[in-house]
Nanobody
């Protein structure tokens, strides 16, 4: 699976950005998809994940209620809608994929074996 993330940029606090990740290669609909982020000097952290069907999602506490992950299996894309952005959301955002035999969500980065190149999100105060 090859992943290509896009949509990052600069936003003001309180604003919105929409990230997209396009997947190519194997059967997208059997891959759990997720977004992680890494700020300078910090470890990579989980942001959100979505199951095969889109029926299950999981969010980090810091983004719950502000970010929404979704997927379109017909278009092989996963999207992260980010609203009410805060300066602490500033980071490089990565999309990731892992094959699962069940329709579940996965939050551990070590479970993901396919990663996109990252897209920068900068939120100014």
């Amino acid at each position: 699976v090859q992943l290509q993330a896009s949509g990052g940029g600069l936003a003001q606090a309180g604003g919105s950005l929409r990230l997209s990740c396009a997947a190519s290669g194997r059967t997208f609909s059997r891959y759990v998809m997720a977004w992680f982020r890494q700020a300078p000097g910090n470890e990579r952290e989980f942001v959100a994940a979505i199951s095969w069907s889109g029926g299950s999602t999981s969010y980090a506490g810091s983004v719950k209620g502000r970010f929404t992950i979704s997927r379109d299996n017909a278009k092989n894309t996963v999207t992260l809608q980010m609203n009410s952005l805060k300066p602490e959301d500033t980071a490089v955002y990565y999309c990731a994929a892992c094959y699962q035999s069940r329709d579940i969500v996965v939050a551990l980065s070590t479970q993901y074996n396919y990663w996109g190149q990252g897209t920068q999100v900068t939120v100014s105060s």
